[in-house]
């Protein structure tokens, strides 16, 4: 990419309110920081209409056998490998679900290898050793909207006839033709002039969280505002898990605490016992016939399951 083409990039240019930044107090350094902060709100409002988009295209990639796919180089790639990771606890989503490829594998995740996202092959690479299918989502993203890596995924899968999407952070990208969806969250300059680390990452963050937390209560792993599908791997899990069956039901912590271990420790499952008056059994056929914990309940209470 032309040296000249990059510095007209919103992301790369000199922030002129924070020019006197290397002259400040830590405190007025801080505050500086956080009025930068401010503006990424009200810029990922604005797509929230395209945001909406991608989530409907991850519930219908899901419900056909699919996977949600992040890919990113640096910042964006680590960024998209929190939020993938989290979703199998918190929604006791399939390892794998939400499927994170960053430029460099995992040893990018510790430490900078900024060289290997110059190469569009290594992209399609990655992706193609990933299985990526037509069943799949691929979402790309990058801060500048032309990471070459980035750019060679999202040609792979629109080959393979994969949905795609462009998580970037300014108006133009190059890959805009590659993407059936484009999110464009103009943050504008850093705080330190390029450090697309700063409010573009944080940006970058706030969007994959509402996707993914937007995708999984719509097939059904929350209920209420309550994570009843999460899995219960430590002893922080397991209160928490105790907490939301007795709020959501009404009982004490100590009757919960039984109930979430005739459930084998689901919470969701538990749940349904507990609220549908049911066996355990009959729970569980109905859970096989809905994710969604309302739709289980209207099934136990309009049928006898066999």
């Not at 069943?135 to 629109?158: E, F, M, N, Q």
């Not at 039984?258 to 008056?277: H, T």
């Amino acid at each position: 990419m032309k040296e000249e083409y990059l510095d007209k990039l919103e992301t790369e240019r000199p922030n002129p309110r924070t020019l006197d930044i290397d002259s400040l107090k830590v405190e007025e350094i801080l505050k500086k920081i956080n009025e930068e902060d401010k503006k990424i709100v009200p810029a990922i409002r604005r797509e929230i209409p395209k945001i909406a988009k991608v989530v409907q295209m991850c519930i219908d990639s899901i419900k056909r056998g699919g996977r949600v796919i992040y890919v990113g180089a640096g910042t964006s790639g680590r960024v998209a490998f929190v939020d993938a990771v989290e979703t199998v606890p918190t929604f006791n989503a399939p390892e794998g679900l939400f499927y994170p490829i960053i430029a460099g594998g995992r040893e990018a995740l510790w430490r900078s290898i900024e060289n290997v996202e110059d190469r569009e092959e290594y992209g399609e690479r990655d992706l193609e050793g990933a299985n990526v299918d037509d069943k799949d989502v691929v979402i790309g993203i990058t801060a500048s909207g032309r990471t070459p890596y980035v750019g060679g995924a999202l040609k792979k899968a629109r080959e393979v006839g994969a949905k795609t999407a462009l998580l970037c952070n300014v108006e133009n990208p190059a890959f805009l033709d590659r993407a059936d969806v484009v999110i464009s969250i103009r943050t504008g300059p850093e705080v330190i002039t390029g450090s697309t680390r700063m409010k573009a990452g944080t940006s970058q963050k706030m969007v994959l969280n509402m996707i993914s937390t937007a995708t999984m209560i719509k097939l059904g792993k929350v209920y209420k505002n309550y994570m009843v599908d999460l899995q219960v791997l430590n002893e922080k899990l397991r209160k928490r898990a105790v907490r939301i069956i007795s709020e959501v039901t009404g009982i004490d912590r100590e009757r919960a605490l039984e109930y979430l271990e005739k459930a084998d420790m689901r919470p969701k499952l538990a749940i349904l016992m507990i609220s549908s008056g049911r066996s355990k059994e009959d729970c569980e056929k109905a859970l096989k016939e809905v994710e969604n914990l309302s739709e289980a309940l209207e099934i136990l209470k309009r049928k006898v399951i066999p």
